[in-house]
């Protein structure tokens, strides 16, 4: 298949580089990223939609995703598909369909989970909003890419489960942090409270699969200088998405609201930015009160 991919950073360079290896033709456009092995530079946004059957986006937010939207659309192929896979907010999603739509092209919102390592290996999860028939001509992509795409609903359902996903994840991170830094203080190991907790009804992917605290669990960022993983600076991007979304649909999410205020604090005023969305344990334990 001809695909146009916009956005080859962290995670666009490695998912444009598998379709490639998969044997699809892939030009790619960034405004500073080199193109991966296998895949051809364009010299603009337009160039690489030109005669594609498929366009994917990977770009950093919403307002980006509908200006290079502006300039895919009007050349992009009758019946062809504009796929986003960056995390934006509900209503960029929706009007960048609408867009498409209106210029008679198939448009899906489909954003991942797996980070960097699963866009590599090619083992994302998407999450996908739009019709069926976009669906359908973009799943063998998706296969590709990853292991496992849901299709949510219509237009804005693949980000509304991306953000819904995200902040239950960020909640239950600091609710981690907090119980493992409380342990320490109360003189219970940390290796003592996973083990308990890891079968126990306090269970989660927090816990289970990603435990903040060092040297516990599977291997994980705490294990490794909190070096990202999943930086906490993205982890606030996707709880204030959550927050607008929250607003805009007048839904009362009280512990989302508390999850984006910490780590908003964490990122902009204490030393969060850089570091793994799981250094909020060490955070909690040096600011018992902060
Ligand atoms: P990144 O900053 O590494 O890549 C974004 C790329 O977009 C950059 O290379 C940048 O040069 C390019 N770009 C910006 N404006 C452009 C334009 N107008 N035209 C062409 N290219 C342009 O970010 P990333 O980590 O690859 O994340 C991309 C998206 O995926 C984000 O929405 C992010 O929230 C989401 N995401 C990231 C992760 C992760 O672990 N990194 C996980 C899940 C989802």
New binding site residues.
Partial sequence: MKIGF????????PMAANLAKAGHEVMG?????APPEGVQRAAS?AEAATGAAVVIT????GA?LR??AG?LIPAMAPGAVLCD????DVESARAVAEMAAAAGLGALDA??????G??SAGT?TFMVGGTDAAFATVLPLFEVMGQKAVHCGAAGAGQAA?ICNNMILGVTMIATCEAFALAEKLGLEAQKLFDVVSTSSGSSWSVNAYCPAPGVGPSSPADNGYK????AE?ML??LRLSQQAAAGADADTPMGALAAELYGRFVEEEDGRGRDFSAMLPRLAARPHG
């Fill in positions: 916009i956005g080859l950073g962290n995670m666009g360079g456009f960034d405004l500073a990223a946004a990977m770009l950093p937010n980006i200006a290079v300039e896979c960056s995390t934006v954003p991942v989970s797996g980070g960097v699963g866009a994302l991306k990202p993983g999943f930086a993205l991007k996707d």
